[in-house]
């Protein structure tokens, strides 16, 4: 079975420039999320879709952040534009009905805005 | 609003003794747990989880841990550790409004 993809795995930008990062959960899992790691920390959830509906995003920066996961499979995450304090890992993570909340992730990918 | 407390940011121990990673929850519902392994430039693994039944539940790489309702603990422990067993340490709880939550992480760092 093949598991959660990410990429790309590494981005450095500027600051102000914009970035988006695509996620493809394993296959038939109906849930996923987006979690930002910042270095030291434990991961952050940005935003979940159930299918291809937001289930919750109330700690993603609406005024910079945007998230699409249409026809309830891929997804993208964009920041537009990036701060300095965006640097992070950006974990992506899959998970199937039934299974009390167990997730999959990808191998992330790991922003630096300079 | 639910949380979830490491309460060792980091913990080195020598190789081959006993280690315990400490995590608190709190909740006023059933929730379910979990712990999560991440090494470096990895994304993270499951170690274990718990769901019902038993509250000693055992996973991966010789890891168990007990579910202790009264306290709102879910403590990981590995009678005997290795150099490979260096990593971050997440512990997550999922309740039954769908969102999985996860603690600040414990570095465990096994020296020879």
Known sequence: EAG??????????????????WC???????TLYWYQQILGQGPKLLIQFQNNG????SQ???????AERLKGVDSTLKI????????????CA????????????????RLTVV | AQSVTQLDSQVPVFEEAPVELRCNY??????????????????LQLLLKYLSGSTLVKGINGFEAEFNKSQTSFHLRKPSVHISDTAEYFCAVYNQGGKLIFGQGTELSVKP
């Open chain 2, 26 to 43: 709190s909740s006023s519902v059933s929730v379910y747990l979990f712990w999560y392994v991440q090494y470096p430039n990895q994304g």
């Open chain 1, 24 to 30: 493809n959960p394993i296959s038939g899992h109906a």
């Open chain 1, 94 to 109: 899959s998970s199937p009905r039934g299974t009390g909340g167990e997730a999959f992730f990808g191998q992330g990918t």
């Open chain 1, 4 to 21: 959660v993809a990410q990429s790309p795995r590494y981005k450095i930008i500027e600051k102000r420039q914009s970035v988006a990062f």
């Open chain 1, 80 to 91: 537009q534009p990036a701060k300095l304090e965006d640097s992070a890992v950006y974990l």
């Open chain 1, 54 to 57: 937001v289930v919750d995003d």
């Open chain 1, 60 to 66: 993603l920066p609406k005024d910079r952040f945007s």
